[in-house]
């Protein structure tokens, strides 16, 4: 079973409007979690990484969130850009090399 | 000056055949990893390096074999290649907590 959950697993939204993706994990122990961006065709690039200490984190138009007590994690996206459609990726750090994928969220922004 | 380089990054070959991917990185870190992403996007770790060492197998077949001649390099060579092996491969190369991934080889096996 997947250690790192993802959802929805899709989701459309209009340009200009926000979302919220979640990520839930039972990686143990913990060292940090990383929202990925990947662009179709393209590989992941890094957008946040959030240790145990750390409950929220921002680039730019996107804001992770972290609850280290629930493994819950969020990533929201403001005033969505076509630019922003892509999948979402959530891995989670075990440290010693270890890490968890979550299978991804794919974000459609329409005009 | 790209980061993290694959070359190639389309592999269209038949059933049976040998192949190589290789991955580049300047970015002077220690650590490179290879991933397979199937047709469902879910990422999995195939192997990690770390010094030309290596230090994580995620029980891939033994028909996958890795190869660091360097730091900057981590090559994936795949004997006997099977449908099933069709999958984007992408190299990684990781400093402190951070990931840095190549752009990705797409590999069709007919």
């Known amino acids: 079973k997947n250690q790192v959950e993802q959802s929805p697993q899709s989701l459309i939204i209009l340009e200009g409007k926000n979302c919220t993706l979640q990520c839930n994990y039972t990686v143990s122990p913990f060292s940090n979690l990383r929202w990925y961006k990947q662009d179709t065709g393209r590989g992941p690039v890094s957008l946040t990484i959030?240790?145990?200490?750390?409950n929220t984190k921002s680039n730019g138009r996107y804001t992770a969130t972290l609850d280290a007590d629930t493994k819950q994690s969020s990533l929201h996206i403001t005033a969505s850009q076509l630019s922003d459609s892509a999948s979402y990726i959530c891995?989670?750090?075990?440290?010693?090399?270890?890490?968890?994928f979550g299978a991804g969220t794919t974000v459609t922004v329409r005009a | 000056d790209t980061a993290v380089s694959q070359t190639p990054k389309y592999l269209v070959t038949q059933m049976g055949n040998d192949k190589s991917i290789k991955c580049e990185q300047n970015?002077?870190?220690?650590?490179m990893y290879w991933y397979k992403q199937d047709s469902k996007k879910f990422l999995k770790i195939m192997f990690s390096y770390n010094n030309k060492e290596l230090i994580i197998n995620e029980t891939v077949p033994n028909r996958f074999s890795p190869k660091s001649p360097d730091k900057a390099h981590l090559n994936l060579h795949i004997n006997s290649l099977e449908l099933g092996d069709s999958a984007v491969y992408f190299c990684a190369s990781v400093g402190g907590a951070e990931q840095f991934f190549g752009p990705g080889t797409r590999l069709t096996v007919l």
């Open positions: 891995v989670v750090s075990a440290g010693d090399y270890k890490l968890s």
């Open positions: 959030m240790t145990f200490s750390e």
């Open positions: 970015l002077g870190h220690d650590t």
